[in-house]
């Protein structure tokens, strides 16, 4: 298959991935990648060349670089000497049993192979580690450690596969020499990784200071420096590129702030570029590996050596071994630390199982394992690759598939399990932790608060000229609003259908019967034509179907719903395309019927609100200004008689967006100064607001 080809095909499944991962939140992305993968592998026969060298450069390079380049500084200075530990003792211990008994259960794989397999199952991903981590309620200490050793220990385990594979091709290993070639590419490594990293943070800030402020060159300048680095230590030192990588990306995490000094966008854009490069490079590694499964599964299910079901018994001893001594490696840790956090032995056993549950094995693993050579030193091939390769993506697939099923089962929690590429900011969230203990308003509430003000805002700045734009713009943050409440109201795990929901329901239906009404009234009257009646009975009936919709599961009024849907978005369309200068009178007529339908609506719902029983049921004040607002907004296009937006539109609405913004910074300056959120969110929500201001500025040019 292309280069070419072959990338396209994996950026757009990437896309699929994350698109039906949307709607199934609780199955890790990286499951359905493989599925997809597997997919393309048997439908299309699609096959990927894989090498050795380009594999770890193109992969585990920036993928390493930007876990270093996100470690929480202060909790790897707090526990660096356990989490070294961790990251170097424990891969080693998991690479000696781990080895030891796949070579007992496969004698057929040779020792030196079952070492390697062993080691490159050690390292876990990261951002799925502190994600269980957290959902597993493991104590602060313990989240730290088992997450900052997450992050430090693919160096380790990728040297220990690198030898493990040496051996198992040369057919030759001493472990003196091995010690002594560690502690050199180790150290090697290291060393020009931090030298390198702080020659091009000189070359760098020396390139600013004499005014070469090209955002785009620095950004692009850091995106090669991983690949640069590996390069450079792995072909002239001949040390450990992993190793470097991961120090150059600690060191460029401590000394970027020097360079917000000169390009304060240089932090955005930086971001924002490695969130995409990581989440499309973690993406194609698991693609590739559903892809790969079928050569694996090939290779394994007509081995003469061992049978199917065999195989898969194996893969869940492996998966079963590397929980036993994680999780014994933290029951060790916890007895050992005893004395400051006290606990029962019995819930030390607990959070020792979920830590080695924790242990979610992600796309270094599969980097590792991909990167077997197909031969050995003397041109034979290289003995159960196939096997390796199958044991491999199996204890990845059983350990994501055991934290989903096992972790809600222990700890009572539901959050979906997040892993690289979904780019969680570790040290945000460390820094959040400390300001937890404040009384301070989490972000949904914050960004409730701070909708509501530009909101009031907007409705204060609505005159008669500007009306329209002010409708639709309060129309908006109605939605973002309702959406926002929704999730509070939805975050329950009561089965029954939330308040704020069933309240919408009840204040809809309300002011659908006043519609109803007002449609059979003005047709009892003879006031409209059988055209326009018949045209509101089926307006009216998909309003039904969208309020029958309303807090329930698929059924079938969801596809109705969605096929009303899709002919109201392509009338449109074709409207659009063909615009007709004149309105025939059955249309003039049907604007007239929908204004006084909505008006009808508004009248109805205040009706009801007035009656005594019904004002102590104190109906949620913002579901009924939305709905009010979705009518005043109906009745105001009717009486613009459906024209499309003018550029005077476009202008009141741009004014508009400007004020409300600045409204939106208020609140949160306002928030801040009443130490109701941190630091750290009000960045947040300030960048937001950035983002949404550079789309201003944007769509204006274009206009322009």
Same mark, same amino acid.
């Given at each position: 298959m292309a280069i070419i080809e072959a990338v396209i095909l994996l950026i757009t499944l990437v896309i699929i991935a994350n698109i039906i991962g949307h709607y199934l939140p609780n199955l890790p992305v990286s499951l359905i990648e493989i599925g997809l993968g597997l997919m393309v592998a048997l439908v299309f026969t699609v096959k990927i060349p894989l090498k050795t060298d380009w594999f770890m450069l193109v992969f585990v390079a920036p993928l390493l670089f930007n876990d270093g380049r996100r470690f929480p500084k202060k909790e790897l200075w707090a526990l660096r000497g356990p989490i070294i530990g961790n990251a170097i003792f424990l891969v080693f211990a998991t690479t000696l049993i781990g080895g030891l008994a796949i070579h007992w259960l496969v004698p057929a794989l040779p020792l030196a192979a079952s070492f390697a397999l062993a080691a490159i199952l050690s390292p876990t991903d990261p951002v799925a580690v502190q994600s269980i981590s957290e959902q597993a309620d493991l104590p602060p200490r313990v989240l730290h450690l088992v997450s900052g050793e997450s992050l430090i220990n693919d160096a380790s385990g990728l040297i220990s596969f690198k030898y493990g594979i040496a051996a198992a091709v040369t057919g030759y290993f001493s472990w003196q020499q091995a010690a002594g070639d560690f502690l050199y590419i180790s150290i090697v490594g290291a060393l020009a990784g931090m030298i390198i990293m702080l020659i091009i943070h000189f070359i760098r800030l020396f390139m600013l200071q004499q005014g070469f402020e090209d955002v785009m060159f620095h950004t692009i300048l850091q995106l090669v420096t991983p690949f640069i680095i590996y390069l450079i230590v792995e072909d002239l030192f001949h040390a450990s590129g992993v190793i470097a990588v991961v120090v150059a990306g600690i060191i460029s995490h401590s000394s970027r702030n020097i360079f917000l000094d000169f390009l304060p966008e240089l932090k955005l854009v930086t971001e924002q570029t490695w969130s995409i490069s990581v989440y499309l490079l973690n993406g194609i590694v698991f693609l590739i590996l559903g892809i790969e499964l079928p050569v694996a599964m090939h290779n394994t299910v007509y081995n003469p050596l061992i049978n199917t079901s065999e195989e898969i018994l194996l893969v869940l001893a492996v998966w079963l071994i590397l929980v036993i001594v994680r999780g014994l490696w933290t029951l060790a840790y916890l007895l050992y630390t005893n004395q400051t956090n006290p606990k029962t032995f019995r819930e030390n056993i607990k959070i020792a199982v979920l830590s080695g549950l924790s242990g979610v094995r992600g796309a270094i693993t599969m980097a590792g394992v991909l990167s077997v050579p197909t031969v050995l030193a003397d041109g034979s091939p290289f003995p159960q690759r196939g096997l390796m390769l199958f044991i491999a993506a199996g204890v990845i697939i059983v350990s994501l598939v055991m934290a989903v099923v096992l972790i809600?089962?222990?700890?009572?929690?539901? !959050?979906?399990?997040?892993?690289?590429?979904?780019?969680?900011?570790?040290?945000?969230?460390?820094?959040?932790? +400390?300001?937890? !203990?404040? +009384?301070?308003? +989490?972000?949904?509430?914050?960004?409730?608060?701070?909708?509501?003000? !530009?909101?009031?805002?907007?409705?204060?700045?609505?005159?008669?000229?500007?009306?329209?734009?002010?409708? +639709?713009?309060?129309?908006?943050?109605?939605?973002?609003?309702?959406?926002?409440?929704?999730?509070?109201?939805?975050?329950?795990?009561?089965?029954?259908?939330?308040?704020?929901?069933?309240?919408?329901?009840?204040?809809?239906?309300?002011?659908?019967?006043?519609?109803?009404?007002?449609?059979?009234?003005?047709?009892?009257?003879?006031?409209? =034509?059988?055209? =326009?009646?018949?045209?509101?009975?089926?307006?009216?009936?998909?309003?039904?179907?969208?309020?029958?919709?309303?807090?329930?599961?698929?059924?079938?009024?969801?596809?109705?719903?969605? $096929?009303?849907?899709?002919?109201?978005?392509?009338?449109?369309?074709?409207?659009?395309?063909?615009?007709?200068?004149?309105? =025939?009178?059955?249309?003039?007529?049907?604007?007239?019927?929908?204004?006084?339908?909505?008006?009808?609506?508004?009248?109805?719902?205040?009706?009801?609100?007035?009656?005594?029983?019904?004002?102590?049921?104190?109906?949620?004040?913002?579901?009924?200004?939305?709905?009010? $607002?979705?009518?005043?907004?109906?009745?105001?296009?009717?009486?613009?008689?459906?024209? =499309?937006?003018?550029?005077?539109?476009?202008?009141?609405?741009?004014?508009?967006?400007?004020?409300?913004?600045?409204?939106?910074?208020?609140?949160?300056?306002?928030?801040?100064?009443?130490?109701?959120?941190?630091?750290?969110?009000?960045?947040?929500?300030?960048?937001?607001?950035?983002?949404?201001?550079?789309?201003?500025?944007?769509?204006?040019?274009?206009?322009?």
């Amino acid at each position: 298959m292309a280069i070419i080809e072959a990338v396209i095909l994996l950026i757009t499944l990437v896309i699929i991935a994350n698109i039906i991962g949307h709607y199934l939140p609780n199955l890790p992305v990286s499951l359905i990648e493989i599925g997809l993968g597997l997919m393309v592998a048997l439908v299309f026969t699609v096959k990927i060349p894989l090498k050795t060298d380009w594999f770890m450069l193109v992969f585990v390079a920036p993928l390493l670089f930007n876990d270093g380049r996100r470690f929480p500084k202060k909790e790897l200075w707090a526990l660096r000497g356990p989490i070294i530990g961790n990251a170097i003792f424990l891969v080693f211990a998991t690479t000696l049993i781990g080895g030891l008994a796949i070579h007992w259960l496969v004698p057929a794989l040779p020792l030196a192979a079952s070492f390697a397999l062993a080691a490159i199952l050690s390292p876990t991903d990261p951002v799925a580690v502190q994600s269980i981590s957290e959902q597993a309620d493991l104590p602060p200490r313990v989240l730290h450690l088992v997450s900052g050793e997450s992050l430090i220990n693919d160096a380790s385990g990728l040297i220990s596969f690198k030898y493990g594979i040496a051996a198992a091709v040369t057919g030759y290993f001493s472990w003196q020499q091995a010690a002594g070639d560690f502690l050199y590419i180790s150290i090697v490594g290291a060393l020009a990784g931090m030298i390198i990293m702080l020659i091009i943070h000189f070359i760098r800030l020396f390139m600013l200071q004499q005014g070469f402020e090209d955002v785009m060159f620095h950004t692009i300048l850091q995106l090669v420096t991983p690949f640069i680095i590996y390069l450079i230590v792995e072909d002239l030192f001949h040390a450990s590129g992993v190793i470097a990588v991961v120090v150059a990306g600690i060191i460029s995490h401590s000394s970027r702030n020097i360079f917000l000094d000169f390009l304060p966008e240089l932090k955005l854009v930086t971001e924002q570029t490695w969130s995409i490069s990581v989440y499309l490079l973690n993406g194609i590694v698991f693609l590739i590996l559903g892809i790969e499964l079928p050569v694996a599964m090939h290779n394994t299910v007509y081995n003469p050596l061992i049978n199917t079901s065999e195989e898969i018994l194996l893969v869940l001893a492996v998966w079963l071994i590397l929980v036993i001594v994680r999780g014994l490696w933290t029951l060790a840790y916890l007895l050992y630390t005893n004395q400051t956090n006290p606990k029962t032995f019995r819930e030390n056993i607990k959070i020792a199982v979920l830590s080695g549950l924790s242990g979610v094995r992600g796309a270094i693993t599969m980097a590792g394992v991909l990167s077997v050579p197909t031969v050995l030193a003397d041109g034979s091939p290289f003995p159960q690759r196939g096997l390796m390769l199958f044991i491999a993506a199996g204890v990845i697939i059983v350990s994501l598939v055991m934290a989903v099923v096992l972790i809600p089962k222990l700890t009572k929690v539901k !959050a979906p399990i997040e892993m690289r590429g979904m780019q969680r900011d570790l040290e945000a969230e460390a820094a959040a932790e +400390d300001e937890a !203990a404040a +009384d301070l308003l +989490d972000e949904t509430n914050a960004k409730i608060y701070m909708y509501k003000v !530009a909101a009031s805002m907007v409705e204060s700045q609505r005159h008669i000229d500007n009306n329209r734009a002010a409708l +639709d713009l309060l129309a908006e943050y109605q939605l973002m609003i309702r959406r926002l409440e929704s999730q509070q109201s939805e975050a329950s795990t009561s089965d029954e259908l939330p308040p704020l929901i069933a309240e919408e329901l009840i204040l809809r239906q309300v002011a659908f019967d006043g519609e109803r009404q007002k449609l059979e009234a003005l047709w009892a009257e003879k006031a409209i =034509s059988a055209k =326009s009646y018949r045209h509101g009975k089926r307006k009216l009936r998909q309003k039904q179907v969208m309020l029958s919709v309303i807090g329930t599961s698929f059924n079938w009024h969801h596809v109705q719903l969605q $096929v009303y849907r899709a002919w109201s978005i392509s009338k449109r369309f074709l409207t659009h395309l063909w615009p007709r200068h004149t309105k =025939s009178p059955s249309e003039t007529e049907w604007q007239l019927t929908e204004r006084e339908m909505a008006k009808a609506g508004i009248k109805q719902l205040s009706y009801f609100l007035k009656q005594p029983e019904n004002r102590q049921r104190h109906y949620n004040r913002q579901v009924i200004y939305q709905i009010i $607002v979705r009518y005043r907004n109906q009745i105001e296009n009717m009486k613009n008689g459906g024209r =499309s937006k003018t550029a005077i539109y476009e202008r009141q609405l741009q004014k508009l967006r400007i004020k409300a913004l600045t409204s939106e910074r208020v609140a949160i300056q306002e928030l801040l100064e009443q130490h109701k959120i941190s630091w750290q969110l009000a960045d947040e929500l300030r960048k937001n607001i950035n983002y949404s201001e550079n789309a201003l500025i944007l769509a204006r040019t274009d206009t322009e």
